[in-house]
């Protein structure tokens, strides 16, 4: 059974920075992974993709402040967050794409103004 377990969000203020991470069980191998993210009220959105050959792609809203990242032995996928703007605020959500699709249950991550 494949879980994907996300951590690291909380509350920071706006200029603030927190560090995201998802590990995977029950799946092995170097996998596309994603991060996305939901605002109350919002569709959820895609904010940045790591491939299997390490190339990272990036949301416009968040390209320049936001790092996706991979530990291939740990099988962990990471997103540094640097100048957090309260519009980041939302629950942030770890992706898994191999022969299945798979999520995490989410993390949430609040910036005060």
């Known amino acids: 059974q494949v879980q994907l377990v996300e951590s690291g969000g909380g509350l920071v203020q706006a200029g603030g920075s927190l560090r995201l991470s998802c590990t995977a069980s029950g799946i092995w191998g170097i996998n596309f992974m994603a991060w996305y993210r939901q605002a109350p009220g919002k569709q959820r959105e895609w904010v940045a993709h790591?491939?299997?050959?390490?190339?990272?792609y990036y949301a416009d809203s968040v390209k320049g402040r936001f790092t996706i990242s991979r530990d291939n032995g740990k099988n962990a996928v990471y997103l540094q967050m640097n100048s957090l703007k309260p519009e980041d605020t939302a629950v942030y959500y770890c992706?898994?794409?191999?022969?299945?699709?798979?999520w995490g249950q989410g993390t949430q991550v609040t910036v005060s103004s």
């Open positions: 992706k898994l794409v191999a022969t299945n699709t798979y």
């Open positions: 790591i491939t299997t050959a390490g190339s990272t």
